[in-house]
């Protein structure tokens, strides 16, 4: 069993910055792809950014392009979500994932609101 645990979220005004992450357990973390996903109230989860196991290829969901960064440091067992310039629309339970498994972890809010 695949164990995550979220941290970094809080209350942001619009154009401020948050750094999110992610602490995995119970597997060979360097061998996994990590992802992270968010979830706005009343909508469905959506997938936001991916890094593979050796952190050179990314992936992000358009609206966060240019503003969002996933990195993860290997040694650490952990994957970071960079948010600068954030919008209202950014608001939203944020979580992270290992695609290749079943398990959630408890998630972070973040509010981005003037």
């Known amino acids: 069993q695949v164990q995550l645990v979220e941290s970094g979220g809080g209350l942001v005004q619009p154009g401020g910055s948050l750094r999110l992450s992610c602490v995995a357990s119970?597997?060979?973390?360097?061998?996994?792809?990590m992802s992270w996903y968010r979830q706005a109230p009343g909508k469905e989860r959506e997938l936001v950014a991916t890094i593979f196991g050796t952190g050179g290829t990314t992936n992000y969901l358009n609206s966060v392009k240019g503003r969002f960064t996933i990195s993860r440091d290997n040694a650490k067992n952990t994957v970071y979500l960079q948010m600068n310039s954030l919008k209202p629309e950014d608001t939203a339970v944020y979580y992270c994932?290992?695609?290749?498994?079943?398990?959630w972890g408890q998630g972070t809010q973040v509010t981005v609101s003037s």
């Open positions: 119970g597997l060979t973390f360097r061998s996994y792809a």
């Open positions: 994932k290992v695609p290749a498994y079943a398990d």
